[in-house]
């Protein structure tokens, strides 16, 4: 039986695939049976999602995924390049031979999700490689919120273009 955890991380991989586009409604009955988990493990899958600003809850409408104001995404996207900016010039300072090979295979794999056209997986790993950059540094703190961040973006795309 799955917890919130891999609910939650279900869902986060769906909105970087785009397969979940801001404004659409998560039904709990429906999420109850996609994941055959009971109504409360869904609800706090929800919550937590909505505490990391992937989930809106409207009252009495439900959860939807969220959908950023023109302001909201300009401020995301400032955060995301202060953000990313620090963890480059800390990854690049202290970067080993190791650690640059899983950054090769990563950048590898993308390659060829773009080759054999696989858009749902390139748009996937595009978004994973800024997290496994922030994952070098050992900092969970960071790599949680950058995950955020990339999911946050994918759904400003998605809306935006």
Same mark, same amino acid.
């Given at each position: 039986m799955m917890d919130e955890t891999q609910?939650?991380?279900?869902?986060?991989?769906? =909105?970087?695939?785009?397969?979940? *586009? !801001?404004?659409? +409604? *998560?039904?709990?009955? &429906? *999420?109850? $049976?996609?994941? &055959?988990?009971? /109504?409360?493990?869904? /609800?706090? $899958?929800?919550?937590?999602?909505?505490? /990391?600003?992937? =989930?809106?809850?409207? !009252?009495? +409408?439900? $959860?939807?995924? $969220? /959908?950023?104001?023109p302001d909201e995404a300009v401020e995301i996207f400032k955060a995301r390049v202060l953000l990313e900016t620090m963890i480059i010039k800390e990854v690049c300072a202290h970067m080993t031979a190791e650690q640059f090979d899983v950054l090769s295979a990563h950048i590898d794999e993308e390659a060829q999700s773009r080759r054999e056209d696989d858009i749902s997986a390139h748009v996937r790993l595009s978004g994973l490689f800024h997290v496994r950059v922030t994952q070098l540094l050992g900092n969970n703190v960071l790599t949680e919120m950058m995950r955020d961040l990339v999911t946050r973006t994918s759904l400003i795309v998605a809306r935006y273009g």
């Amino acid at each position: 039986m799955m917890d919130e955890t891999q609910i939650v991380d279900k869902i986060f991989r769906s =909105v970087l695939e785009q397969r979940l *586009l !801001p404004g659409t +409604k *998560l039904s709990e009955t &429906d *999420l109850c $049976a996609l994941f &055959d988990v009971g /109504r409360m493990r869904v /609800r706090r $899958a929800l919550l937590i999602l909505s505490s /990391r600003g992937i =989930v809106e809850h409207h !009252p009495h +409408k439900g $959860a939807f995924i $969220a /959908r950023y104001t023109p302001d909201e995404a300009v401020e995301i996207f400032k955060a995301r390049v202060l953000l990313e900016t620090m963890i480059i010039k800390e990854v690049c300072a202290h970067m080993t031979a190791e650690q640059f090979d899983v950054l090769s295979a990563h950048i590898d794999e993308e390659a060829q999700s773009r080759r054999e056209d696989d858009i749902s997986a390139h748009v996937r790993l595009s978004g994973l490689f800024h997290v496994r950059v922030t994952q070098l540094l050992g900092n969970n703190v960071l790599t949680e919120m950058m995950r955020d961040l990339v999911t946050r973006t994918s759904l400003i795309v998605a809306r935006y273009g």
